[in-house]
């Protein structure tokens, strides 16, 4: 960032991240520009937005060096370390299969995979994957994407949570 501050050159990865960074020479510093990018990109189709991610993670690992791991995630959080214990496989082939029939009737979003079901204190947790049309913008795709999160808990009231992660249909 110094060598930035000097009038070394930089790119911005989309001209939309340019006001949001600017004071920062295009380097993320605070959590509050996180907050700002992700609403910018949210109007981005999902295909551009996940080249973003990984144009962010390509400079963060020049700039951080190839030694430090980094992962940016444009969705809400994934469940990490959350107590309980997976719930048996006949479970998680029922809610994989209503997942599908679900997302059956919701149009360009489909082939649903990873699906895990925690069983917690205060209920089950579910996450899944699913694929979506790389055209649509990233805040319609979390639009179906909740859609399908909850015609899920109104099939299975025991589920407390649902966490769907949605990625480019190749
Ligand atoms: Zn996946």
């Known amino acids: 960032m110094i060598q930035r501050k000097q009038g070394k050159k930089f790119a911005y990865l989309a001209p939309e991240m340019q006001p949001i960074l600017e004071e920062t020479y295009g380097i993320i510093v ?3 520009q996180v907050m700002q990018l992700v609403q910018a990109l ?3 189709s999902l295909g551009k937005a996940h080249e973003i991610a ?3 993670e390509a400079a963060l690992g020049a700039e951080l060096g ?3 791991e980094i992962e940016t995630h444009i969705e809400p959080l994934q469940m990490r370390g959350l107590s309980g214990r997976d719930a048996p496989n006949e479970r998680v082939a029922a809610v994989r299969d209503a997942l599908n029939a679900i997302a059956a009737n919701i149009a ?3 082939q649903v995979h990873d699906v895990r079901v925690r069983e917690t204190a205060d209920g089950e947790i579910v996450n899944f994957h699913c ?3 790389p055209q649509l913008t990233v805040r319609d795709v979390h639009e179906r994407v909740d859609d399908v999160e909850r015609a899920l808990r109104q099939k299975f009231p025991t589920i407390k949570r649902v966490i769907g992660h ?3 249909r190749a």
């Open 42 to 44: 949210a109007g981005f």
């Open 166 to 168: 949605a990625e480019p």
């Open 131 to 133: 694929r979506v049309d």
């Open 54 to 56: 990984d144009g962010l």
């Open 108 to 110: 360009f979003v489909g």
């Open 30 to 32: 605070y959590q509050d």
């Open 66 to 68: 190839v030694e430090v």
